[in-house]
C-alpha cells in the first residue's frame, strides 16, 4: 500500500516570502500521480497543484511550484511570494493509475501561517 | 458550472440514530468519490462510484455505512446506528473520469454524534 508523509505539522512564513512544504512517499508502483490540495477553514479542498510521475518537468502554477525528485520519492511545493490568503492546510497526495486507481492517499497535512 | 455541492453543512445527531448525508457532483462527472476527515486518522478514502456501481468500497469502516447513487448523479452515505467515533467531515469529490481526472471536492458536512 501506498503512504504519504508530511513531516511539518506546522509552517509559518511572512508576507512576500518563500516557503517550501515538504512531502514524501512510498509507493512501488513506477506510474502515478502527485497532488497538493489546500484546505482553508472554509473545508473546501482546493486543488493547488497536480504532476504526473511520467513527466519529469516540474509543474508550476503560478506562484506555486513543486519539486519532484522521483528517484527519491519526494514533492516539495514551493510558494513564492506568499500572500495572506495562502494562510491553510496543504495536503499532500498520491493516486495510483495501477491499482485502485481512483482513491487519493493524503498525507497529514501542513498547516501554513502567513504573518503579514 | 456549479462544483460539487453536499447537504447539510453541519448535521448533529444522538448516538444510535441514522444520518444521511447527501453528494451532488458536478455536472456530467462520471466517478464520485467519499471521504472521511477525522481528528485521529486524519483524511481516509471511503468509497467510489463509477456510474452507478462502485467498484472499490474497502475504505467504509463498518457494516453500518452504506452508500448509494442514482442517476450516475446524487450520492447519498448513509451511517446507521452512529457511534461518537463517527464524528468527522465528510466529503464528496467527483472527477470527469477515473484514474487521470483531478478530483474536485465539496465543502463537507460536519458530522457530530452526542
Known amino acids: 500500500a501506498q503512504t504519504v508523509t508530511q513531516s511539518q505539522p506546522e509552517m509559518s512564513v511572512q508576507e512576500a516570502e518563500t516557503v517550501t512544504l515538504s512531502c514524501t512517499y512510498d509507493?512501488?508502483?513506477?506510474?502515478?500521480?502527485l497532488f497538493w490540495y489546500k484546505q482553508p477553514p472554509s473545508r473546501q479542498m482546493i486543488l493547488v497543484i497536480r504532476q504526473e510521475a511520467y513527466k519529469q518537468q516540474n509543474a508550476t502554477e503560478n506562484r506555486f511550484s513543486v519539486n519532484f525528485q522521483k528517484a527519491a520519492k519526494s514533492f516539495s511545493l514551493k510558494i513564492s511570494d506568499s500572500q495572506l490568503g495562502d494562510a491553510a492546510m496543504y495536503f499532500c497526495a498520491y493516486r495510483s493509475t495501477e491499482t485502485s486507481g481512483s482513491r487519493l492517499t493524503f498525507g497529514e497535512g501542513t498547516q501554513l501561517t502567513v504573518n503579514p | 458550472g456549479a462544483g460539487v455541492s453536499q447537504s447539510p453543512s453541519n448535521k448533529v445527531t444522538e448516538k444510535g440514530k441514522d444520518v444521511e448525508l447527501r453528494c451532488d457532483p458536478i455536472s456530467g462527472h462520471t466517478a464520485l468519490y467519499w471521504y472521511r476527515q477525522s481528528l485521529g486518522q486524519g483524511l481516509e478514502f471511503l468509497i467510489y462510484?463509477?456510474?452507478?456501481?462502485?467498484?472499490?468500497k474497502s475504505g467504509l469502516p463498518s457494516d453500518r455505512f452504506s452508500a448509494e447513487r442514482t442517476g450516475g448523479s446524487v450520492s447519498t452515505l448513509t451511517i446507521q446506528r452512529t457511534q461518537q467515533e463517527d464524528s468527522a467531515v465528510y466529503l464528496c469529490?467527483?472527477?470527469?473520469?477515473?484514474?487521470?481526472?483531478?478530483?474536485?471536492f465539496g465543502p463537507g458536512t460536519r458530522l457530530t454524534v452526542l
Open positions: 469529490a467527483s472527477s470527469l473520469i477515473p484514474f487521470t481526472d483531478t478530483q474536485y
Open positions: 462510484f463509477q456510474g452507478n456501481s462502485a467498484p472499490d
Open positions: 509507493t512501488s508502483e513506477s506510474d502515478y500521480y
